[in-house]
């Protein structure tokens, strides 16, 4: 393991470990999705069983060195959309337990934290790409 895989890896656990409550209770998380007021009923369901696994898969494979520039893109993706639903309930004054890591809808959270958290977290998966592109030249 080089120097260059420590922020991939570490990126990785991340999304493994903030995946594991979301997998193991997803009725609980699909009531955090419902609390942020952004999607339709329709999709609560769908999106509380789906969004963790992916989060599982890419971390995983990110941890593992497969498919690094997929898995990378995929998290930047999410953590855009993380970011910007924060911030629309942030500028709506709906604070909501965040469901990052815990599927415990009763804490709320420091949503200026948890987006300068995804925020690092979105430089961190900008580093591991372009690590990974260094390393193919």
Do not use: H
């Not at 599927?103 to 200026?112: E, F, K």
Request: a neutral charge; proline letters at 4%; one cysteine or more.
């Amino acid at each position: 393991m080089s120097f260059r895989s420590l922020p991939r890896i570490f990126l990785g656990l991340v999304f493994i470990v903030a995946s594991l409550d979301k997998i193991i209770d997803p009725l609980a998380f699909a009531e955090i999705i419902k609390n942020y007021q952004l999607l339709p009923e329709i999709m609560i369901g769908p999106v509380a069983f789906f969004l963790p696994w992916l989060e599982f898969v890419c971390g995983a494979m990110l941890v593992c060195g497969v498919f690094i520039d997929a898995a990378a893109v995929i998290l930047v993706t999410m953590l855009l959309v993380f970011i910007a639903a924060l911030s629309a309930n942030l500028y709506r004054g709906i604070d909501v337990a965040c469901g990052c890591f815990s599927t415990d809808a009763s804490t709320a959270s420091n949503m200026q934290m948890t987006i300068l958290r995804d925020v690092v977290l979105l430089m961190l998966a900008g580093l591991s790409l372009k690590l990974r592109k260094s390393d193919i030249i």
